[in-house]
């Protein structure tokens, strides 16, 4: 028997904001389910917190077979550690192929110690996973610059973090049975004391996530007062790339992207924004996409239902005089 | 409290070979990583503070040696270069294992800084890596470090909220871009730079064995590398520009988006 052999079954981590799980964590489940569906092996989800009352219950609606639970009051909210140490052993313990986390702030101060002691490989930001289902190799599909790289892992088990929006989560249904595995676990509370958490209060006080147009600012661009007027005719909001955020042209708050927001306004235009896939998580779902770009290859055009080869400086004024008239 | 700080050197502008959508590194300028330069800043101000040396740490290249030149007329004392064709193609794991492999060498390190992400490949493994072979806690996205009576108390950057907490050392800390304004060495910090060692080591004085590092000590391997496949039917309009803009104006207003 190859020791590759020994791992069967696919986890996910669930994880919590209070008592509700992460609608990345949901997602999860979605990709999870296809992927033991397609490998015929269970779905389990691994759970810790405090007092987590129906929320066992609800991951086997959402498409769990098992969901692994860990209470005690250590868990209530997440330091490194102890979450460290639950993970590590019960993947020892029970060896699954797959083990999936949400790409957030937790999932990746998480996995990647937990793959370090391991010993195993960790894909960064995957946007999707398929099977090569001879082999049982999972190709963990990654932004590579402005093109996409499949990465594999020769040991188990195959690690990646996910990142949050790419699919939606599963259809609930609350007629799903499924199995509860309470474990017992010696807690210590770790080297990590959480002294205080505020709130992180935005300065802007414009939210583009609820923004229905945007008009989206990238390096192609070069005057900004251009793309506030288009914005103001279509009632829009400006967004922006990273390199227009980092030059400080528009405020952090307005990164689109894998560092920054998700958005899914009815209306995206992108100006002189070339594509690259950690700018595209965040903006692919939008209603209706424009694409101005003066090269017709940049990969934008392929997430765009409207493209413009040209001149963002000399497409947008014609565009804003023709809204107008 | 000596304190290390790990550099990665990348490429000044990332632009990608069209046909082979690889990294062009010929001719482009090799920089400190921007949040790497945010936590040689750090620690610079914790050792005007609190004494001690500060040691960049890096594994790459030969020319690595010149960009952190950079780093040491910033304020750094000494520079350790990991350079070997066998730790070449390294995943972060392999990455982490030659790093913290270096720091184990060095002498009462309390602090090991990193930044929290590359603006090459970002995977923001290698910091938490670091820490795991160290056996020491790790404190990721970190905006504000205080140091006090061999504890420190950080603000950590989360999603919606500032989380701030307390560990003992040695930790390592990863630093989020833009907390603070990296100074900018004069001439003079820049000869005097010169005068301090950059220590190049190779994987066998380190002990390494090949098959801990590069190609050999990576689990994950990159299989493929392909343009994203079109996600919707892109319709592109063509003619004058006043023609675009006025269909496209048109077609907006029908959709009830204009
Ligand atoms: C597009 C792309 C995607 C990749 N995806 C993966 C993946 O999913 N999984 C994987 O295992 N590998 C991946 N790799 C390989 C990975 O980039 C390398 O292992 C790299 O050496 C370290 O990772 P990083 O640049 O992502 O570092 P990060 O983890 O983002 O770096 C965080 C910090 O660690 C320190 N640091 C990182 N590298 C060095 C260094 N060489 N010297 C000194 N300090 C350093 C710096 O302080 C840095 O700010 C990928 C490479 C590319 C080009
Ligand atoms: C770990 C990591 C995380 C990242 N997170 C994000 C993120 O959250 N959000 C994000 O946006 N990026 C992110 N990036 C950066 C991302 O990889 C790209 O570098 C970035 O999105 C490119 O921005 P851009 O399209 O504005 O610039 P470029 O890639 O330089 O593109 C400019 C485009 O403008 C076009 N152009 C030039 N002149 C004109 C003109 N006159 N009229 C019209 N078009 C013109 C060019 O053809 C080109 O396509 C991240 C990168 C890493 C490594």
Known sequence: ?325 | MNIVVCVKQVPEEIRINKTKGTLIRDGIKGVINPCDKNAIELAITLKEKHGGKITLVSMGPKDVENTLTHGLAMGADQAVLVCDRVCAGADTLATAFALATVIKKLDNVQLVLCGKETADSGTQHVGPQIAHYLGIPQVTYVVTLLIEDSKILAKRQLKDEYETVETGLPALVTVVKGINEPRMPTYLNIYEASKKDTHKWCAEDLGLKEDEVGIQGSPTRITKVFAPEAKRECKMLRGSIEDISGSLANDLKSKGLA
């Open chain 1, 1 to 325: 028997m190859k020791e590759t052999d020994r791992y069967r079954g696919v986890w996910v981590f669930a994880e919590r904001k209070d008592s509700q799980v992460i609608k990345g964590s949901l997602e999860l489940l979605s990709l999870g389910r296809g992927l033991a569906d397609e490998l015929q092996v269970e779905l389990s989800v691994l759970l810790m917190g405090d007092r987590l009352g129906g929320i066992p219950e609800e991951l086997i609606y959402y498409g769990a077979d098992v969901v692994y639970v860990i209470e005690n009051p250590i868990l209530e909210r997440y330091t490194t550690s102890p979450y460290h140490r639950i993970v590590c052993d019960l993947i020892t313990e029970n060896k699954p192929e797959i083990v999936l986390f949400s790409a957030t702030h937790l999932g990746m101060d998480l996995a990647p110690r937990a793959a370090c002691e391991l010993k195993t490989g960790l894909s960064a930001h995957c946007v999707d996973l398929k099977m090569d289902k001879e082999n049982r190799q999972l190709l963990q599909i990654c932004p590579y610059f402005d093109y996409m790289a499949t990465i594999v892992t020769d040991t188990r088990p195959q690690m990646a973090t996910v990142q949050p929006g790419i699919t939606s989560p599963p259809r609930r249904d609350d007629s799903r049975q499924g199995k509860t595995v309470r474990v017992e676990f010696k807690i210590e509370p770790g080297d990590i004391k959480i002294v205080e958490v505020e709130a992180r209060k935005e300065e802007d006080t414009e939210k583009i996530e609820e923004a229905d147009v945007i008009v989206a600012v990238g390096r192609g661009l070069k005057d900004m007062c251009l793309a506030e007027e288009l914005a103001s005719v279509l009632g829009g909001v400006l967004g922006a790339t990273q390199p227009i955020t980092d030059a400080g042209l528009l405020p952090q708050s307005r990164m689109i992207g894998q560092t920054g927001k998700i958005v899914q306004p009815k209306l995206y235009i992108a100006c002189g924004i070339s594509g690259a896939g950690q700018h595209i998580v965040g903006m692919q779902n939008s209603g209706t996409i424009v694409a101005i770009n003066t090269d017709e290859k940049a990969p934008i055009f392929k997430v765009a239902d409207y493209g413009i080869v040209g001149d963002a400086s000399k497409v947008i004024p014609a565009l804003i005089e023709s809204l107008k008239g």
